[in-house]
């Protein structure tokens, strides 16, 4: 609670001269990021003090599930695991299709602490990764905010991001999934990028490659990283900052970063040949050109320089147009022009609904609503124009970075509610970097409104460090590619510094008169602070309540008590021991991963979604009346069929709920099933209004089958009305296991009936084989010794 | 179908053999048994046999040894056979434990298989005692139907001799078999057989020569769930800080009839009485009083449907497997809990330690086939033993657990085939010097030093080339 705070008030004690202070102000600086690191770890251990120590939702148990193939086989069988208990009959390469950053790392966390005899098992170190991360991602939003705005501003942001809901809400204890540690690579990446750009050392670029290496490995989202640096070259070429830091800091990373990225299966080629990657060698050549230019232009004289340029040019913009038209001709002969589905859903937000109703049915895939923006990041929201502003005065490199960056995270968390992610820790610095210059100004102010308190030699030298902006203004003026001063103090800042002494001083006459009036600061102070604590208890809550359920487990207070809802590991325990290892269970693609983790069955569909033909054939099947399905599902061997259903307890995201969308996903491939057949008046329905298809199909039926025997009346509590059809048999599909509330039901496809080739033989062999056993049934009944 | 042909064979087949031994064997002993009741319980799946023999010495010589006969079939599923002999007279008689062994007797028609009951006292010529013996089977109900569906009630067979075998001649004999309940679909008449309720009586048979033997099956309603742990590895740490950690693998099955068909919740929710009666719902474990951090999972997380009772001598976890057991259905679970050491470690008068702590299961009226019993001694500890009051297989392992350096010594007992009888106090003796207590933590400190100092050195030495 107290971290943005005393962060805030350490702030002035690190900019003094004084040697001591500066020491402790580097302890204490150190002790309140360890404290942002415990607060971001243990902010996140609410779903296990809650809940339990379990994996949670669904993709994580993918990843979990991955990374105990990989504690228990190694990495070289990993590499080549061929999956072949998903997708059935086509299988998976888990492989080469898997970004393995996430179980790569807590294999290796694993791993260590096996080797030193701490024998934690896979599971409980799998939980933790997210949380441990998150501390991990804090710490380096320090060195972030550090780089641009210095260590006041660093702490504030650190501190903001350790609790921001938009991260927790990805990374709580068993979040298990690839944000846990790709949120933290993105914001490393971009700190070391930075640090690159400040003090154009090739050491960090070669550090700033690997970062980014491990970004590829943990996320497909490294493709931000890869279009938000060039774009950001780009502006400061247009801007004209363009120097030789600002060439090291590119260019190494796009080489190395893409020979990299390269190297990780699942992008492969895909580093150089898809569009998402054009962008960064366009301002590879582009950088590489003006880098030349600025070359030419120190040898030749201005002259010369100017008939080199006309020349250059003209020649220039003939082959660039060349070499433009064959990569659109290249890019245009692919069919989704060289762009994946869901990046092109990024560009064009209606081309997912439009196109592709696999990846518009994903709820997290959805653009957010208003109110979502302030659940995720609560008062940073009013924070980012101040902190943009901050950003502007004066405009570095690395703030220019910072605003380019939160430009465009704004737009993507505008698309799709997923990527809020990425937008939360942009906000998290900006505000960070907002709150530190408005309470830097603010005690400042009131420092000078109480000359008693402090003595004439302090305001001094809190004038000449608390003044940096300023200072740093003159700096960056003299010489433009300089900034940050103070955090680097090498020797040419140092002495800019000394010259700038009386200058200063001159300024503090100005800068007294520029101050606030105490009371109006006092009482601003005391609103930063209420808005902040307001953010902690936002914080706390949303950890607590809103982000930190396991999904699997649900839970609902009710006046006698807590109940809780252990239906689906219910049903899967129940697969896992009492069916054979190899059947095969069909149900909809969202209970794949579950299924596979936790019931060790073969899946026909999962999260993947890579095929969407198989997809939809379960679609149609779950749509088609119980005949047609029965033939669709033995034709792919399944065995047991699973739905959810939340008619009898009210859980709402059921399979009822979610069936316009497998009718969606199976028509868009089978054109036999067609979506107005399953509404009436345009309206889905499931009551007496329903239309005969949706009530014969199956999906239906095995929701709803035996329902009416609970109540007597049928009534489906999530839909708040009675179902249409009631009484019904059902002839191909028999029920093998209903869980406690009936949120899942599995059903077992009847065998096929013998083949009967004539009717006289049939009947004989029937009546024949019929009237022996009853006989020899009758005999064992009566006596069993005869 | 084919179960009551083969038992006719059977029948026929030992009805033969029988003839053929009393034609050949001549009584080989001075022994002969008075008066021999038996009453069979089969109310459980653990079939319970109370044998009380009267046994004379009509030889000349004394003797202390007397055999029991078990058929080969029957000894397979023989989980324990305790002896207990009546002392004193009328009024006040006290009841003494004997020992009892497995024995090998190289004429032992049709591969009998005996047991050795060692008298405390040799029995002299014409005297004459009274043994009352327990033994108990298991897997000896066999579910007939082999497989029912939800709401059908579960009949099984049971298959014994109205006669008691022995090698002995026994005067009079009575068996009483009692049933759970008073549905009994048939039994094997042999006159005088009485049932009356849920008793069934065979005998008296007088003068019965050695070896006699008449098949019997009884087939009965029995609708109590048979909980089995096919196997159960049980692994009790001790750490010389105050706990001891307690660690329970189950592989629990439901050994009854195996269900068929449908499962229909509804049905099983609104009719409980008449659907899945013998459904396995709970169990209940009897865990040792003072037990703390008790938890209930399986490999896919915390099981939530528990609960624990403490009281000062006891403490009863009533768990509920996920969903209901029906025959044939599997589940595995974990139980751990932890106890306070000095609850269960104590020092012998040689200066050694010693654990003493329950063999067995913990869960009440269930069958183990197979148990692992692992005692995970403190790092450092030497020359341990095991005292145990029945045979069980030995090894040592090594075990490393929490920054150990050379592992922990690990005791392991196996045995098979356990009933709660066996749930009897062992003892693993050791000897531990508590200086190896401080060995951890020495070494976390002397690492954390190291890292101090290796942070100061960092600090104060300048590897730049350039000055």
Same mark, same amino acid.
């Given at each position: 609670m107290a971290a943005p705070e005393s962060s805030a008030a350490a702030v002035p004690t690190l900019y003094t001269n004084n040697a001591l202070r500066n020491a402790f102000g580097g302890v204490l600086a150190f002790f309140i990021l360890l404290l942002i690191g415990v607060m971001a770890f243990s902010i996140r251990l609410f779903s296990v003090i809650k809940y339990e120590s379990v994996?949670?939702?669904?993709?994580?148990?993918?990843?979990?599930?991955?990374?105990?193939f990989l504690a228990k086989n190694g990495i070289y069988e990993f590499w080549n695991w061929f999956d072949d208990r998903t997708w059935y009959p086509l299988g998976r390469v888990i492989g080469g299709t898997v970004y393995p950053g996430l179980t790569l790392t807590a294999g290796t966390i694993w791993w260590l602490l096996n080797s030193l005899n701490i024998p934690l098992s896979v599971e409980t170190v799998c939980v933790f990764t997210a949380p441990i991360f998150s501390a991990f991602a804090s710490w380096a939003t320090y060195l972030l905010t550090k780089e641009v705005k210095g260590t006041g501003a660093g702490l504030t942001a650190a501190a903001l991001l350790a609790m921001v809901p938009s991260y927790i809400s990805r990374s709580v204890a068993g979040s298990y999934d690839n944000e846990a540690v790709a949120i933290f690579a993105l914001i490393f990446t971009f700190y070391l990028y930075i640090k690159t750009l400040n003090t154009g050392s090739l050491f960090y670029a070669t550090l700033n490659s690997i970062a980014y290496f491990y970004m590829v490995c943990s996320w497909g989202g490294y493709t931000f990283i890869i279009n938000l640096i060039p774009m950001h070259v780009l502006l400061c070429i247009v801007t004209g900052r363009?120097?030789?830091r600002l060439y090291i800091a590119y260019a190494p990373l796009v080489v190395l970063g893409t020979l990299l990225a390269a190297l990780v299966p699942v992008v492969g080629f895909n580093a150089v040949m898809t569009s998402e990657h054009f962008a960064s060698f366009l301002v590879f050549i582009i950088l590489h050109v003006v880098a030349f230019v600025y070359y030419?232009?120190?040898i030749l004289t201005p002259k010369m320089f100017k008939v080199a340029v006309t020349l250059v040019v003209s020649v220039g913009l003939a082959v660039c147009c060349a070499v433009i038209a064959v990569l659109v001709a290249l890019v245009a002969s692919s069919p989704t022009k060289g762009w994946s589905g869901r990046s092109l859903? $990024?560009?064009?937000?209606?081309?997912a609904s439009k196109y592709i109703p696999i990846i518009a049915s994903v709820s997290e895939h959805q653009p957010p609503t208003w109110p979502s923006y302030f659940m995720d990041i609560n008062v940073l929201a009013f924070l980012v124009p101040a902190g943009i502003i901050a950003c502007f005065s004066p405009l570095s490199d690395a703030s220019s970075f910072v605003v380019l960056y939160i430009a465009t995270s704004v737009y993507f968390s505008g698309v799709m509610v997923r990527l809020m992610l990425v937008f939360a820790p942009a906000a998290c610095i900006t505000s960070g970097i907002a709150l530190s210059q408005a309470f830097d100004v603010f005690t400042r102010s009131i420092k000078f409104q109480l000359p008693g308190i402090a003595s004439n030699t302090e305001v001094d030298a809190a004038e000449t460090s608390s003044s940096t902006a300023e200072a740093q203004n003159d700096v960056v003026k003299a010489e433009k590619s300089e900034e940050t001063s103070k955090n680097r103090p090498s020797k040419k800042s140092k002495k800019k510094e000394k010259e700038e002494k009386p200058l200063t001083k001159a300024k503090a006459?100005?800068?007294?008169?520029? +101050?606030?009036? $105490?009371?109006?600061s006092v009482i601003s102070l005391l609103l930063l602070i209420l808005l902040g604590a307001l953010y902690v208890v936002h914080c706390v809550w949303a950890a607590a309540e809103a982000y930190s359920a396991p999904s699997i487990v649900l839970t609902s207070r009710s006046h006698d008590g807590l109940h809780v809802f252990d239906d689906f590991r219910e049903a899967y325990a129940w697969l896992r021991h009492n069916t054979d290892v190899d059947d095969k269970v069909a149900s909809w693609w969202d209970y794949g991963y579950q299924t596979? +983790?936790? +019931?060790?069955?073969t899946v026909i569909v999962d999260n993947n979604t890579w095929n969407n033909t198989h997809i939809a054939t379960v679609g149609t099947a779950m749509s088609s009346p119980e005949k047609a399905a029965w033939e669709i599902f033995h034709s792919l061997d399944v065995k047991y069929v699973l739905v959810v259903f939340g008619g009898l307890v009210g859980y709402p995201s059921d399979d009822i709920n979610k069936f316009l969308w497998m009718v969606r996903i199976g028509g868009g491939v089978f054109p036999h099933i067609k979506e107005p057949d399953y509404l009436r008046d345009g309206q889905y329905r499931i009551d007496s209004q329903a239309t005969p298809t949706m009530l014969n199909c199956l999906m239906y039926k095995l929701s709803y089958y035996r329902f009416v025997e609970t109540d007597g009346k049928a009534f489906d509590r999530v839909r708040q009305t009675e179902i249409g059809k009631k009484y019904f048999k059902l002839t191909h599909f028999e029920e093998v296991f209903t869980t406690h509330h009936w949120m899942v039901r599995i059903y077992k496809l009847k065998p096929p009936k013998n083949r009967i080739r004539g009717k006289t033989k049939k009947s004989k062999s029937k009546t024949s084989t019929t009237s022996s056993r009853a006989k020899r049934s009758g005999t064992g009944k009566k006596n069993p010794w005869n | 179908m084919e179960a009551p042909i083969r038992a006719t064979e059977f029948l026929r087949f030992t009805l033969l053999s029988l003839l053929f031994f009393v034609c050949r064997s001549s009584p080989s002993h001075d022994l002969l048994i008075s008066n021999a009741e038996r009453r069979i319980d089969l109310t459980s799946h653990i079939v319970k046999v109370y044998l009380t023999l009267k046994v004379e010495n009509a030889g000349s010589t004394p003797t202390s040894e007397i055999l029991l006969a078990f058929p080969p079939t029957q000894v397979d599923h023989l989980a324990t056979v305790e002896a207990l002999v009546t002392k004193g007279k009328r009024k006040k008689t006290t009841l003494a434990r004997l020992d009892v062994k497995p024995t090998e007797l190289p004429d032992a028609p049709n591969g009998t298989k005996y047991f050795t009951i060692y008298l405390a006292n040799p029995l002299n010529s014409g005297e004459s005692t009274t043994l009352e013996v327990l033994y108990l089977f298991t897997h000896s109900l066999e579910p007939f139907p082999a497989e029912i569906g939800q709401s059908e009630s579960q009949l099984v067979y049971y298959r014994d001799s109205a006669l008691i075998l022995s090698p002995y001649h026994i005067k009079q004999q009575t068996t009483f078999l009692k049933t759970p309940s008073t549905k009994v679909e048939s039994f094997t008449?042999?006159?005088p057989t009485n049932r009356a309720g849920t008793e069934m009586k065979y005998g008296p048979y007088e003068d019965r020569p050695p070896y006699s033997f008449s098949p019997i099956l009884i087939h009965f309603e029995n609708n109590s769930p048979f909980p089995v742990v096919e196997e159960l590895v049980r692994e009790v740490e001790i750490s010389h800080w105050g706990n001891l950690q307690v660690t329970e693998h189950y592989t629990l099955v439901h050994g009854g009839a195996r269900h068929k068909g449908v499962f229909s919740r509804v049905d099983y929710q609104s009719r409980p009485n008449l659907n899945g009666v013998s459904s396995l719902r709970y169990l209940l474990a009897r865990l040792p009083p003072r037990v703390h951090s008790v938890y209930y999972r399986d490999e896919i997380g915390n099981i939530?449907?528990?609960?624990?009772?403490?009281?000062?001598?006891?403490?009863?976890l009533e768990i509920e497997p996920r969903y209901p057991l029906f025959g044939g259905w599997k589940a595995t679970f974990v139980i751990g809990y932890g106890l306070p050491l000095q609850d269960f470690l104590f020092e012998s008068s040689d200066d050694r330690r010693y654990l003493n702590f329950t063999f067995g299961c913990p869960l009440l009226d269930t069958v183990v086939d197979k148990l692992t019993v692992k005692v995970v001694l403190p790092e450092g500890s030497k020359d341990p033993s095991a005292v145990v009051p029945f045979t069980v297989e030995q090894h040592l392992e090594t075990k490393y657990s929490y920054l150990d350096v050379v592992g922990r010594t690990v005791v392991v007992m196996e045995k098979k085939n356990l009933v709660p009888v066996h749930n009897s106090p062992f003892q693993v003796y050791y000897t531990f010097k508590p200086i190896f207590m401080l060995a951890e933590p020495l070494m976390l400190a002397s690492a954390f030093f190291l890292f101090f100092v290796a942070s100061v050195a960092y600090l104060h030495i300048d590897l730049s080339i350039r000055k």
């Open positions: 994996i949670h939702e669904f993709d994580p148990y993918f990843n979990y599930r991955v990374t105990q363009f120097s030789s030419i232009k120190g859903s $990024l560009l064009d937000p209606t081309y006459e100005k800068k007294r008169l520029l +101050a606030l009036p $105490l009371d109006s596979t +983790a936790m +019931a060790n069955r | 008449s042999m006159e939530s449907s528990s609960h624990l009772r403490t009281d000062s001598r006891k403490s009863e």
